[in-house]
């Protein structure tokens, strides 16, 4: 009998959502969408876009749909002008099986040893692109490449991708996601067209949320929605019992940055250890929020934020530190409340 092989575990899926390949409608975002359609169905389309904002707003939507057009009518103008696909096109079909030969998706998985998300995505998968590239075109001619998300590359990887865009295949697209793209080589920035993605209004994400929350009230969906910061993805996280929890916590961790609580740290640290991938999960609660505070100060043209943006990065780098060594999540906790402790007393938390 021939051992049945393990569907692969889909660690960039929303568990009792649809995968973002399988996503059809894109919330938001016309400007871009518009510039994306204009490049491709006018025949000249760069080698590589990258896609960049806050987690969970439809980077990896929009870049699905990129592809689905682009694996059915190639770069021409035979297609809808909003890049839509129907349903029952063998190419949508295909890609949304995630059995398109023209498509490939690199991300990080699970390491197998310790059934945790791997902290980096490695060189061994960006290699994986060169003889992508270099296999023969589907029946579209074109191939097209998602990686998802590329600031989560080590250094190696990185220099890889680079020393494939300054020698890019030909009918191919290169689909880059970032949600940090300053952690990017300048070069491969530079490489690329960007696409940059901005947080939905609340309305949009209410919308959103009444098609895939339909068992929540208006008042709940608009309660998640003013706490998710333009982000579907982060909606959908917080109406879980844990996400909810893990949110209010980084909220309360931020607005007690002047006098924080040791105990109730310690405690939420003691829950983190106890949670698959709990410092990551909090971790981007966390990042999130402090990220929406700092950007509704500067469109108010509030001064002195330099010293929280700083404080953002340090946040960012401790969290990445602690996921990839798996340190004690206490001691990550008890870390990042001494830097805000110490940056709220140059200034008031925003």
């Avoid at 296999?135 to 600031?151: E, H, K, L």
Wanted: aromatic letters at 4%.
């Amino acid at each position: 009998m021939a051992k049945k092989t393990a569907a692969p575990i889909e660690t960039d899926r929303l568990e009792g959502f649809a995968h973002p390949r399988q996503t059809s409608e894109l919330i938001g975002h016309e400007a871009q969408l518009a510039i994306a359609a204009r490049g491709i169905r006018g025949g000249r389309p760069p080698q590589a876009w990258l896609i960049t904002g806050p987690p969970g707003i439809g980077k990896a939507t929009l870049a699905y749909r990129i592809a689905r057009y682009l694996l059915a009518y190639g770069a021409k103008d035979t297609g809808p002008e909003d890049l839509s696909v129907p349903a029952n096109h063998p190419a949508a079909m295909q890609l949304a099986a995630g059995a398109h030969p023209g498509l490939l998706a690199l991300k990080r998985g699970e390491n197998p040893d310790t059934g945790r998300l791997m902290t980096v995505l490695s060189v061994h998968e960006i290699r994986k692109l060169a003889n992508f590239f270099g296999m023969t075109s589907g029946a579209g001619g074109w191939r097209v490449a998602i990686v998802d998300t590329a600031d989560e590359m080590n250094d190696n990887a990185a220099n890889a991708l680079l020393k494939l865009l300054e020698e890019p295949p030909s009918r191919a697209m290169l689909l880059l996601l970032s949600n940090q793209p300053g952690r990017l080589l300048p070069t491969i920035r530079s490489r690329c067209q960007r696409l940059p993605l901005r947080p939905l209004a609340d309305d949009a994400v209410e919308r959103a949320l009444a098609k895939l929350l339909p068992e929540e009230n208006a008042a709940q969906r608009a309660e998640l929605a003013r706490l998710a910061g333009g982000s579907i993805g982060a909606a959908l996280a917080l109406a879980t019992d844990e996400g909810a929890e893990l949110a209010t916590e980084a909220d309360r961790l931020i607005d007690r940055a002047s006098a924080p609580d040791l105990i109730a740290l310690l405690a939420l640290g003691e829950k983190l250890f106890r949670m698959k991938d709990g410092v990551e999960r909090f971790g981007g609660f966390l990042r999130e929020n402090l990220s929406a505070r700092i950007r509704a100060r500067a469109h108010q043209g509030a001064p002195n934020l330099l010293r929280w943006t700083e404080a953002l990065t340090r946040l960012d780098h401790l969290f990445a530190r602690s996921e990839g060594l798996h340190l004690e999540p206490k001691q990550t906790l008890l870390t990042t409340a001494r830097d805000l402790k110490r940056t709220a007393a140059r200034g008031s938390v925003p």
